[in-house]
């Protein structure tokens, strides 16, 4: 249920509408804009009477709200969240491009890379050390170790860092200061026990999209971090699965906007692992953007060729260069800035 309130409503009597909602044990999300401010309810909200709520002389509307997500939705919060990490700011008219290698695989590569990226204008680095792999045989990660590479390039470039986390017991690791954002991948997406446990810290989330999830499930595992007291949650689309082979992935591009109209979270796109191919990297990353995307997130290896983890798909940094070149001639087009 929602409660829109009128424009210039006494602070007073919304603590006294607060407080009878609160007696129904009720809870309320708060969104106050430049006009107006609205009451999201969350719990069962048969026990409230809409028609005696609307009676009130400083409740302009109430609405029941359909959809089975409610703090992610945009019903909720009719303003755009912008979610900040450290100086970075995902979300809002700038662009956010996050760049690094599939996984980290020593100390003077992901040092190489960071610096790289950085000075191309990227505002992130990403990076594996913790790897789902299809294959138990495949590459991993250095797992603890290839989380201190991490901080030292961070700290090295000066740039924030984000990486994903497989399991709720590596959670304190990823708390302290050394790593600046936390990813859950998309096969994750629906571990429900580690989305509450993410969503009882405070950092942000970049939350990406399963490989055969609907939209609304998608929101759905916002929704579990968000409910736990998180609000810092960035969705990010990297494909889904079709009948289609040619592409690893079917990016979506739809759901940028359906997004948008559903949901108040900013969305950042991954080309790389929608396409599995570095060459669609650039055009998708544009299309993107043009789409209405709040950022990208691209795979960025000093020697691709050779990579222990997603080659194919990795762009070089002279690559990422150019891209980052491209999208500052799109930004101003469809009103951002990169």
Same mark, same amino acid.
């Given at each position: 249920?929602?409660?829109?309130?009128?424009?210039?409503?006494?602070?007073?009597?919304?603590?006294?509408?607060?407080?009878?909602?609160?007696?129904?044990?009720?809870?309320?999300?708060?969104?106050?804009?430049?006009?107006?401010?609205?009451?999201?309810?969350?719990?069962?909200?048969?026990?409230?009477?809409?028609?005696?709520?609307?009676?009130?002389?400083?409740?302009?509307?109430?609405?029941?709200?359909?959809?089975?997500?409610?703090?992610?939705?945009?019903?909720?919060?009719?303003?755009?969240?912008?979610?900040?990490?450290?100086?970075?700011?995902?979300?809002?008219?700038?662009?956010?491009?996050?760049?690094?290698?599939?996984?980290?695989?020593?100390?003077?590569?992901?040092?190489?890379?960071?610096?790289?990226?950085?000075?191309?204008?990227?505002?992130?680095?990403?990076?594996?050390?913790?790897?789902?792999?299809?294959?138990?045989?495949?590459?991993?990660?250095?797992?603890?170790?290839?989380?201190?590479?991490?901080?030292?390039?961070?700290?090295?470039?000066?740039?924030?860092?984000?990486?994903?986390?497989?399991?709720?017991?590596?959670?304190?690791?990823?708390?302290?200061?050394? $790593?600046? @954002? /936390?990813?859950?991948? #998309?096969?994750?997406?629906?571990?429900?026990?580690?989305?509450? &446990?993410? !969503? %009882?810290?405070?950092?942000?989330?970049?939350?990406?999209?399963?490989?055969?999830?609907?939209?609304?499930?998608?929101?759905?595992?916002?929704?579990?971090?968000?409910?736990?007291?998180?609000?810092?949650?960035?969705?990010?689309?990297?494909?889904?699965?079709?009948?289609?082979?040619?592409?690893?992935?079917?990016?979506?591009?739809?759901? $940028?906007? @359906? /997004?948008?109209?559903? #949901?108040?979270?900013?969305?950042?796109?991954?080309?790389?692992? &929608?396409? !599995? %191919?570095?060459?669609?990297?650039?055009?998708?990353?544009?299309?993107?953007?043009?789409?209405?995307?709040?950022?990208?997130?691209?795979?960025?290896?000093?020697?691709?060729?050779?990579?222990?983890?997603?080659?194919?798909?990795?762009?070089?940094?002279?690559?990422?260069?150019?891209?980052?070149?491209?999208?500052?001639?799109?930004?101003?087009?469809?009103?951002?800035?990169?």
């Amino acid at each position: 249920m929602i409660i829109v309130l009128k424009q210039g409503t006494p602070q007073k009597e919304i603590e006294k509408i607060k407080r009878s909602i609160q007696m129904k044990g009720l809870q309320i999300d708060e969104s106050r804009g430049a006009k107006k401010t609205v009451m999201g309810l969350v719990g069962d909200t048969s026990v409230i009477d809409g028609e005696q709520l609307k009676a009130n002389e400083y409740v302009e509307n109430v609405m029941r709200v359909s959809e089975p997500y409610k703090r992610a939705s945009r019903s909720f919060h009719p303003q755009d969240t912008v979610v900040d990490i450290g100086d970075i700011k995902i979300g809002g008219k700038k662009i956010a491009v996050i760049a690094g290698p599939c996984s980290v695989e020593s100390q003077e590569q992901i040092d190489g890379i960071a610096k790289a990226v950085k000075l191309s204008g990227a505002s992130m680095l990403r990076g594996g050390a913790f790897k789902p792999r299809t294959s138990p045989y495949s590459f991993q990660g250095l797992r603890d170790s290839g989380l201190e590479m991490l901080h030292h390039a961070s700290q090295k470039a000066r740039i924030p860092v984000v990486t994903e986390i497989m399991s709720a017991d590596k959670l304190e690791a990823f708390l302290d200061d050394d $790593i600046d @954002a /936390i990813q859950i991948g #998309s096969r994750n997406m629906q571990n429900f026990e580690l989305l509450k &446990a993410v !969503g %009882k810290v405070n950092k942000p989330v970049l939350l990406k999209r399963g490989l055969c999830a609907t939209i609304e499930e998608w929101l759905m595992s916002a929704e579990y971090i968000m409910a736990g007291g998180n609000r810092n949650v960035i969705l990010c689309e990297r494909g889904i699965r079709t009948f289609e082979e040619y592409t690893r992935n079917t990016l979506d591009l739809s759901a $940028i906007p @359906a /997004i948008k109209r559903q #949901s108040h979270l900013p969305i950042l796109v991954d080309p790389s692992h &929608a396409t !599995g %191919k570095r060459w669609m990297v650039e055009p998708m990353a544009k299309a993107a953007i043009a789409a209405g995307a709040d950022g990208i997130m691209v795979e960025v290896h000093n020697d691709p060729d050779h990579a222990l983890c997603d080659g194919a798909q990795s762009i070089t940094p002279q690559m990422f260069d150019h891209l980052m070149n491209s999208l500052r001639q799109i930004a101003p087009v469809v009103g951002r800035e990169l």
